[in-house]
C-alpha cells in the first residue's frame, strides 16, 4: 500500500493549520494515495456560514504560497441549502 509522499503531507499540514487558525471546524486530512491516481491528500474542514468558508479557503491559498512556495491544486468551496459548508484541499 503507497503513502502520500511527504511533500504532501507538508502541504496537508500547512493547510490544516491554517483552516484552523481561521476557525476552521472538524479539519480532517485523509491520505487517499493508495486509492486515487489524481490527487495524495484531501484535507477537509467546514465552518457555519459561507463567508467563513470563502475566508478559510483564501487563508488556506495563501499560507501554502507563503510557506511552501506554491498554491494548492485546488480549493473547493462547498454550500448545500441546509446551511452546511466546507472546503476541501488536494495536493
Known amino acids: ?3 502520500a509522499t511527504e511533500s504532501a503531507k507538508e502541504l496537508a499540514l500547512v493547510a490544516a493549520r491554517a483552516a484552523d487558525d481561521k476557525q476552521g471546524l472538524d479539519i480532517t486530512i485523509l491520505d487517499v494515495s493508495s486509492v486515487l491516481a489524481i490527487t495524495e491528500v484531501f484535507v477537509i474542514t467546514s465552518a457555519s456560514n459561507s463567508r467563513q468558508v470563502k475566508t478559510i479557503a483564501s ?33
Open 1 to 3: 500500500m503507497s503513502s
Open 59 to 91: 487563508e488556506v491559498t495563501d499560507k501554502v504560497r507563503e510557506t511552501l512556495g506554491r498554491s494548492p491544486c485546488t480549493v473547493r468551496v462547498r454550500g448545500n441549502s441546509s446551511g452546511s459548508y466546507s472546503t476541501t484541499v488536494t495536493s
